[in-house]
């Protein structure tokens, strides 16, 4: 039984799976969306979730905890002065994730997972003509 395991293990190790998430997490940050498989996409909402709740403390305690996760000083201070203060008065629910169908080579679900309310337009897979 899985009775209070939080979180999935990706079939990764534990160090492998951290440093998969703050990848990501740099990376989403960074371009306020990414498209990945469904999997990944739910498990790194609440990662990146907690790090915009950080952003929106604006103290150096919240500051030097987002950059032991992130390790990226550009994208750090993109999330405390850019992306934090965008949601001051939202509390919570501050990423999207929309399904884009299958992946080609293997089949994998793939989703887009991107900042609610960003200034871009939702991305609508191509369908081939024939």
Do not use: C, W
Not at 46 to 63: D, F, Q, S, W, Y
């Amino acid at each position: 039984m899985r009775h209070r395991r939080k979180g999935k293990k990706l079939g990764r190790t534990a160090s492998h799976r951290k440093a998969m998430m703050r990848n990501l997490v740099t990376e989403f940050l960074d371009n306020e969306r990414i498209v990945t498989t469904i999997s990944k996409a739910k498990a790194l909402r609440p990662v990146a979730e907690k790090m915009i709740t950080l952003g929106k403390r604006e103290n150096l305690h919240a500051r030097r905890r987002a950059l032991s996760f992130i390790r990226r000083k550009e994208v750090v201070y993109k999330l405390f002065d850019e992306i934090a203060p965008r949601f001051s008065e939202r509390n919570g629910g501050y990423t999207r994730i929309l399904r884009l169908g299958f992946r080609q080579g293997d089949q994998a679900e793939m989703a887009l997972l991107e900042l609610v309310g960003s200034e871009f337009e939702p991305v609508v897979p191509d369908k081939k003509s024939k």
